[in-house]
């Protein structure tokens, strides 16, 4: 064994837990299925498949910081918002990664996806359900599989981050109407002056609702970073496949470039102008 070995780098492992075991290798490294005999197809398997992983990581933040808003323990939902912002920060820049893949490089592999589609992303799906895009219409695509559409369905009932935001806003003393804090939770919501208000006294006494005024800004910095994750993702389709239509039936780029306009904290976003 040479000096500069780790000690233990010739441990035996057997009966013990290893990186690999611990890691589930075995089944991350060979869940690469390619349907076609592309080179690049490798790179938009991963590409898609270390963004669902890290979709499953926003989720486990972003309901655990749900919970913590819904009973006043703010602190902790801080660090699990600013957390969700940086792996937003992280999946911008992987976007740099797929944009190598050239026009002609996806169009060897594109038809045999079939309707296979980010579309149909039922984790994509919740995650904007959680952050208040709600609309019943897009449960549809997981109608094929029961155990899935429960969770989305399930998710698109229940409050959003921001539902639970402006409900901890009437609990500590703020007069907001009931379209704010009781309403059918599976419609998105539209932005209420009552709230504009709650938030725009927030604003101007800092130091007076320090921790709703944190939480304000930990939402605005999780909505900036989700629109650029947006933006980038539409640049980047337009560079690989111009104006065709996706895969999964969508229109497209037009498609992701209406999906923009959507803001999930309006009244954060109108203050600004206001205050």
Known sequence: MSADTPEGAYLDFQGERSYGD??????????????????DEVLFII???????????????LRAARAHVRVGELAPAFKMLARVSRIFAQLVQAWDVLATLTPSEYLAFRDRLGRASGFQSYQYRMLEFL???????????????PELLAQVEAELRAPSLYDEALRLLGRRGFTLDAACTDRDWTLPYQPNA?????????YRDPKGHWD??????????L?????????????????V??????????????????MLDTRLFPELWDLRTTL
């Open 194 to 202: 009552s709230a504009q208000a709650a938030w725009t006294a927030v």
């Open 223 to 239: 909505e900036d970073s989700f629109r650029q994750w947006r933006f980038r993702h539409v640049t980047t389709v337009e560079r």
């Open 131 to 145: 952050l208040g895009n709600k609309n019943p219409v897009l449960v549809r695509p997981h109608a094929h599989r």
């Open 212 to 221: 709703l005024y944190e939480l304000a800004e930990e939402l605005a910095d």
């Open 241 to 258: 496949i111009g104006f065709r239509r996706g895969t999964g039936g969508t229109a497209g780029v037009s498609y992701l470039r209406r």
């Open 47 to 61: 590409q898609h498949q270390t963004t669902e992983l890290w979709i499953k990581l926003c989720l486990h933040e």
């Open 22 to 39: 611990y890691l589930a290798l075995d089944q991350i490294l060979t869940a690469q299925r390619p349907v076609s005999d592309s080179h």
